[in-house]
């Protein structure tokens, strides 16, 4: 057990504190003379480059997954390449054409004044995709040969260069424009970037040329089947965020339901941190151990549900609500009956990313887009239907919805992925798969 905790706190500790790169940036961006614009046109440029994110983030599971010898390594660089090729084009467009002011415009709704600002911020932002490819695939190398400390150590080495240049901007009086936010992100991304190259790198040129028992021959019929459910799970997730505003919107006190709910989702989101790489710990243990990361998983969860009980429930947990983050009166009421309603989220998150361990252990992963996008539907009907019926609940209408579509994601997960396994002919509790020594 000591040795999937050790391998597995690294990775939560990077997950955790890579939600610092953005409070460094807005730290800097506040400083504007004209801050709304400032972060305004620089959060704009952001949102779309994380929506192409979701195309690079599977990259590290399936390079995990299948880069086991330098046959597989390669063909992995070949279909990066590809779909990089893709992004670029679109990138290439949004920032140097005329057609990115039309997009952020009339696709984002973004305001008149915001234009230039998000178009020369996402100038710089266009690059963070490759740095990002480059990074999933050495970090998956790097998961997967158990060495999970370098990505605990290049977080903090981006997050202390980050703090630096962020220092430097503020004392030069470089705040005035979103490109230096996204200057700063970029930077930090290429520092991580640079280290996990670095010794991914050097783990991939010690794998063999060539493992028989390794199946892929090409990237196309062998690897690309697994990362496309991934990459469908991941984009049909985006629509939540908008319909979850849209429906706070129609609430009766859509002020309070939007900011009430923003504290408490992004409380949640930072526990449920804690649960971000589950998967992993499946694909590196179960088949050694699946009652130790059982056990892990277990405890996770509990571990969330305390630390969310605490703020909701006990005395010290309302004092760093008030105290922490100035929350009172109405807001910080409803924060707390916000934070309850997702309880049950927090619980049975950590176990759905275990569920996604076992689908992507056994080449399954078909079945984590089918169950997102069932809960997808079903968010948008509970959004609809509540906002309808009781629009007085204000921010508990998309919270109650998140924890209820939570339950039904991970029965659905559950049962798509025992039938598949089932329709594959591999057995449901184990996966016997030929793996190299570690490194």
Request: glycine content about 6%.
């Amino acid at each position: 057990m000591l040795r999937i905790v050790r391998f597995y706190l690294p990775l939560t500790a990077s997950a955790l504190l890579a939600s610092l790169t953005h409070v460094i940036i807005n730290g800097v961006l506040a400083r504007s003379p004209n801050p709304d614009l400032t972060i305004s046109g620089y959060a704009v440029a952001l949102s779309l480059s994380f929506i192409l994110e979701q195309a690079i983030a599977p990259l590290r599971q399936t390079s995990a997954k299948y880069v086991r010898d330098r046959h597989t390594f390669r063909q992995m660089i070949r279909m990066i390449a590809v779909i990089l090729s893709f992004i670029a084009f679109f990138n290439v467009l949004i920032a140097w054409t005329p057609l990115g002011t039309y997009f952020f415009r009339y696709v984002y709704g973004a305001d008149v004044n915001l234009l230039d600002s998000t178009v020369h911020a996402y100038q710089i932002l266009m690059f963070v995709n490759v740095f990002s490819a480059a990074r999933s695939l050495y970090q998956g190398i790097i998961i997967q040969q158990l060495q999970t400390r370098w990505m605990t150590i290049g977080i903090v080495i981006r997050l202390l260069t980050m703090a630096v240049l962020s220092w430097i901007m503020v004392e030069q009086g470089w705040t005035d424009d979103s490109r230096y936010g996204a200057l700063l992100f970029l930077t930090g991304m290429a520092i991580e970037t640079i280290i996990a190259c670095w010794e991914g790198q050097t783990l991939a040129s010690r794998l063999p040329e060539k493992l028989p028992e390794q199946p892929v021959r090409h990237w196309k019929p062998d690897i690309f089947p697994f990362y496309m459910p991934l990459l469908y799970g991941s984009l049909v997730s985006i629509v939540v965020g908008p319909a979850t505003q849209t429906a706070m919107n129609h609430s009766v006190q859509p002020v309070l339901a939007i900011a009430a709910f923003a504290v408490a989702s992004n409380l949640t989101g930072l526990i449920s941190g804690l649960a971000t790489f589950l998967h992993q710990a499946v694909l590196s243990f179960h088949e050694e151990e699946p009652r130790r990361v059982k056990q892990l998983t277990a405890s996770v969860s509990i571990v969330s549900v305390l630390i969310q009980g605490f703020l909701a429930w006990t005395p010290p947990g309302h004092f760093i609500l008030e105290r922490g983050l100035h929350l009172e009166g109405a807001l910080l009421h409803a924060t707390l009956l916000i934070l309850n309603a997702l309880l049950v989220r927090t619980a049975l998150f950590p176990w759905i990313d275990y569920v996604n361990g076992r689908a992507m252990l056994h080449g399954v992963s078909k079945s984590i887009a089918y169950s997102k996008i069932g809960s997808v539907i079903v968010m948008l009907s509970l959004l609809y239907t509540l906002v309808v019926l009781r629009p007085e609940w204000n921010g508990i209408i998309p919270a109650i919805a998140g924890s209820v579509v939570t339950g039904f994601e991970l029965a659905m997960n559950l049962y798509l992925y025992r039938n598949a396994v089932r329709r594959k002919g591999g057995d449901r509790s184990r996966v016997h798969v030929h793996r190299q020594k570690r490194i």
